[in-house]
Every structure is written in C-alpha cells, then in structure tokens.
C-alpha cells in the first residue's frame, strides 16, 4: 500500500514562493512515477508536474514551465513542488499522486495515477 502525505501548502502573497512536499512510507517507491495535480474551486482536477521513477523525466502544464520545479530524493521517499512567482489563480488545493513506472513515462492524465495523498491547500493572496 503506497501511502502518500503532502506538506507544505498555506498562505502567500503574489509573487511569493513555497515548496510542496509528498512523503510515502512505500519501499518501493522510487519505482513510481508522481505527479502534482491541483483542483481549484469549480473547477477539475489538472496536472501540474510529473517527474519518472529511472531518469528523474520531468513534465510540466504549460502555465507551471518557467515557474514551477518537481524533483524527488528517493533517499527519503520525498518528491517536492517548489513554486515560485505564484499567482492568484495558482490558487487550490494540491494532490501528489503515484503510480507504478513504465519505461520512464510521465502520465499526465489524472486516470492513470493508482495513489494518491489527501491533498494541501495553497492560496495566494493579491
């Protein structure tokens, strides 16, 4: 059973900064590939980042490139999310998913991730 738990989230203002964690207790975790997903109010669930379980392959949405950054330490079971220059619709609250690797693909799609965490919220005030 692959546990995930996201930290991190809270309060910024624009242009402000955080930096999102997801620890699992899974031994096996460095098979997985995780993604970040968030979900504003309203609105569906949308991909964020994906990083692969071989070569670390990163994937990003379009409005996350230049302004997000996923990375994962295996060591300590941890992907993060660090978010800079955030704005007011970066606003949500943000999934870490995992799901067993193939060949190092990054999914995208939120139906393809088995595991997920319970979620943190980020708001960014104006």
């Known amino acids: 059973q692959v546990q995930l738990v996201e930290s991190g989230g809270g309060l910024v203002q624009a242009e402000g900064s955080l930096r999102l964690s997801c620890v699992t207790s899974a031994r096996t975790f460095s098979y997985y590939v995780v993604g970040w997903f968030r979900q504003a109010p309203g609105k569906e669930r949308e991909f964020v980042a994906g990083?692969?379980?071989?070569?670390?392959?990163?994937k990003y949405a379009d409005y996350a490139k230049g302004r997000f950054t996923i990375s994962r330490d295996n060591a300590k079971n941890t992907v993060y999310l660090q978010m800079n220059s955030l704005k007011t619709e970066d606003t949500a609250v943000y999934y870490c998913?995992?799901?067993?690797?193939?060949?190092?693909?990054?999914?995208?799609?939120?139906?393809?991730?088995?595991?997920w965490g319970q979620g943190t919220q980020v708001t960014v005030s104006s």
């Open positions: 998913a995992a799901v067993p690797g193939n060949r190092d693909y990054v999914y995208t799609n939120r139906n393809d991730y088995t595991h």
């Open positions: 990083i692969s379980e071989y070569y670390y392959t990163t």
